[in-house]
Nanobody, 122 residues
């Protein structure tokens, strides 16, 4: 059973940066896909970015393109989401997830972390 733990969230001002981490344990990430999703109060969970663990190719939501960068450290079994130029609209709980399909659909991911809260003040 894979266990995912996110960290790195916090309260920042608009224009600031944060780097979220997702530490994985209890399973192999070979050929998996790690995704980042977010959910703001009163809204549905939405896709942010994903990375293929072995191939390294990435996908970004329009809202993240050009501001966020997803990466992974295979030796540390840890994924990252670098978020720059943060906006108040980025305020949400951010979740990492792992699955084995190249997809933006949250329902296709098999394992989820508990999330880390990001709050961006104006």
């Amino acid at each position: 059973q894979m266990h995912l733990v996110e960290s790195g969230g916090g309260l920042v001002q608009a224009g600031d940066s944060l780097r979220l981490s997702c530490a994985a344990s209890g399973g192999t990430l070979r050929r998996s896909v790690m995704g980042w999703f977010r959910q703001a109060p009163g809204k549905e969970r939405e896709f942010v970015a994903s990375i293929h663990w072995t191939g390294g190719f990435t996908d970004y939501a329009d809202s993240a393109m050009g501001r966020f960068t997803i990466s992974r450290d295979s030796a540390e079994n840890t994924g990252y989401l670098q978020m720059n130029s943060l906006k108040p609209d980025d305020t949400a709980r951010y979740y990492c997830a792992v699955g084995w399909k190249w997809t933006r659909s949250a329902g296709e991911y098999d394992f989820w972390g508990q999330g880390t809260l990001v709050t961006v003040s104006s």
